[in-house]
C-alpha cells in the first residue's frame, strides 16, 4: 500500500466555554487544537506507516487561516506532508461544501486510504469525511476500533449500539475513528522540530475549482438554558438516600 | 402531490428501535400539520410483519424493501436503496435515529441525493419556508444551531429520547407497497463478518430513560457493581466518566461527554463525578439531574436538581434499597 490519505479539523479545546458575540461562536481567547477524534485517525496512519503498510502519510485540512497549526501538530507526531486548503476567503461554508473540498484535496494526491475522526467536538455533524467518501466513489465505515490491512482488504471492528461488528470491505477506502482504536502519541521535541520543515502545500478554493454552494443555513446560534442548582441534601446517608428517593418518586416523579 | 414525511425505521432482527417509533410519532404531528402523509420505511428481510407495527404509531403508509442483501446493515447498500426510493417517492423530509447506523448512513445519503443534514437533532418545528426548522447542539450542548436546510427532502438524524413514543392503536392500518432492492453492484462492497452484541439486560445507553454514572471517586472497577445494582432495580444503564474510563475502570463505549456519548435521559445520576464542563457537555439536557458527592463544593451540584452531599459507597447502596421498596 502507498499513501493514506488522514483529514483533520481544527477546533477549540474541549476545555473551552462558548460565547456568543454578534451572532456567532466567539473564538476569542480560545485555544485552538486538532480535533481529538482526528488524533485517532493520525496514530493509526502512522502505526501502520511504521508497520511497513504503508510509504507516506499525508494530512489535508480544509479550515481557515490557522489550520496549518494543526497540521504541522499532525506532522510532528509523525506524518509526513500536509495539504491545506484554505478556506478563509469563504466565509460559512456547510457539510456539503466542504466534502466537495475535502474530497478535491484528497485526489490531489496517491491514496489507498483515508481516515478521519468520527466527529469533529466544534459541529459535531459527523458529516464531512463520509460525504467525501461519497465524493470520491469509495466506501465508508464511520466509527472503527480495529483496523488490519492485508492485500487489498481491509478488516474493521466497527462500533454500533450495544455491540461492535466486523467488517470486511476493499480499499481504497474512508474509515471514521472512534477512541478507543489506538492510543494516539504526543509530539516529541525532534518531531516538533522536522515538522517545520516538512512540505505543507497551501490550496485555494480556486485550485481546487469546486463548485457548490451551501445546503444548510444556522439561523443563529444560542446558548442553553442554565440550569440552576436545586436541593442539596446534608445529613445522614440513610436519610438523605430515603428523602431523595421519595423527592425522586413524588416531586420529579421519575421512578 | 407532495409525499410527506418519511421516517427511516431501524429495525435490528426484526426489533423496531424504540427511536424509529419517537419520530413516527412525532413526525405524524409534523405531517398533520401540514396535511401531508406520513410514511415509514423499512429496510431488511423477513420484515413485512412490522408494517402493522409502524401503522399502530401512526404511520399512514409502509413501504417495505426486502432482500437477503439488506439483512446485515453496510453503509453501501442502504444508501443505494434509499437514495432510490426517496428519489422515487419525492417526499419533503427525511427523518432517521442518530444512532450509530443513522449516523453511519445519513452523511452519506444527503451526499448523494445532493441535499443538506442536520445532524443530532434536539428539537424541529415546522416551518413555512424551510418545510422545518431544526434546533441541534454544537459544542457537544454548550451551544445549540438553529439550522435550515435548502433543498428537498429536508434531512435530519434525531438524537434519542427527543421525542416521546405515542400510545399505539392496533385499529390504525397503512397502505403498504413493497418495493425491490434495487442495489448497484458498485454499493456492494462491505461484508459484515461478525456482530457481537454484549450480553447486557441493561438498556442501551443513548437510549435509556435512566442512567446511573460514576467518576474518579469510583476508585476502581470492582465498585462498579454497586452502580450495577442500583440500575438494575430502576431499569437504568451504567454510565461513566472520563476519568473513569480513562482509569480503565470501565469499557469506553460507556463514556458520557463531549469526547463520549451524549446522552439525554429522564433522570441522571452522578455519583463521585465532579462535573466538568465536558462531562456536563454529555448530559447536560437530563430531564432531572441527581448528583452524590462528597465534596460540597464539586461543580455538578450546580445543575443538579437534587445532591446528596456524601460518599457514593455509603449512599448508593442505600437509595437502591429505597429503590426496591418502590419499584
Known sequence: MGNIVVAIKQVFDTEAVIAISGGKISDQGVKLVVNPFDEFAIEEALKIKEAGGADEVTIVSVGGEKAPEAIRTALAMGADKGIHVDIS????????????????????????????GRIAIDDGSSQVAVRAAEVLGIPSVSSILKLDIAGSTATVSREIDGGTETIEIPIPALFTAQKGLNEPRLPSMMGIMKAKKKDLTVLTPADLGVDATAKSNVLEYSLPPARAAGKKLTGEAADTAAELAKLLREEAKVI | MPN????????????????????????????????????????????????????????????????????????????????KVIKAGDPNAVLLGNTAIGKDLAPRLAQRLGVGLASDVTGAEVDDANYLKFSRPVYAGKAYASVVLTDKPVLATVRPNTYAVAEPDASKKA?????????????????????????????????????????????????????????????????????????????????????????????????????????????????????INKDADANIFNVADYGIVGDLFDVVPLLTEEFKKMV
Not at chain 2, 425505521?9 to 413516527?24: D, T
Not at chain 2, 404531528?29 to 429496510?43: D, S, W, Y
Not at chain 2, 412490522?50 to 404509531?57: K, N, P
Not at chain 2, 469499557?251 to 433522570?267: C, D, I, M, N, R
Open chain 1, 89 to 116: 476567503s469563504l466565509g460559512v461554508i456547510d457539510e456539503f461544501v466542504a466534502a466537495e473540498y475535502l474530497a478535491k484535496a484528497i485526489a490531489t494526491v496517491p491514496y489507498d486510504l483515508v481516515l478521519a
Open chain 2, 4 to 83: 410527506g414525511i418519511w421516517v427511516v425505521i431501524e429495525q435490528v432482527k426484526g426489533e423496531i428501535r424504540k427511536v424509529s417509533l419517537e419520530l413516527v410519532s412525532k413526525g405524524k404531528e409534523f405531517a398533520a400539520a401540514k396535511g401531508e402523509p406520513l410514511t415509514a420505511v423499512i429496510l431488511g428481510k423477513g420484515i413485512a410483519g412490522l408494517a402493522d407495527t409502524v401503522a399502530s404509531y401512526g404511520a399512514d403508509k409502509v413501504i417495505i424493501v426486502e432482500d437477503d442483501k439488506l439483512e446485515d446493515y453496510t453503509t453501501g447498500a442502504y444508501t443505494s436503496v434509499l437514495n
Open chain 2, 175 to 291: 397502505e403498504v407497497s413493497t418495493e425491490t432492492a434495487d442495489i448497484d453492484a458498485a454499493d456492494i462492497k462491505a461484508i459484515v463478518k461478525e456482530v457481537i452484541i454484549a450480553a447486557s439486560s441493561r438498556p442501551e445507553l443513548v437510549e435509556a430513560n435512566i442512567i446511573i454514572s460514576g467518576g474518579r471517586a469510583m476508585k476502581g472497577p470492582e465498585n462498579f457493581k454497586i452502580l450495577e445494582d442500583c440500575a438494575d432495580v430502576i431499569g437504568a444503564a451504567v454510565g461513566a466518566s472520563r476519568a473513569a474510563v480513562d482509569s480503565g475502570w470501565i469499557e469506553q463505549k460507556f463514556q458520557v461527554g463531549q469526547t463520549g456519548k451524549v446522552v439525554s435521559p429522564t433522570l441522571y445520576i452522578a455519583c463521585g463525578i465532579s462535573g466538568a464542563i465536558q462531562h456536563l457537555a454529555g448530559m447536560g439536557t437530563s430531564k432531572v439531574i441527581v448528583a
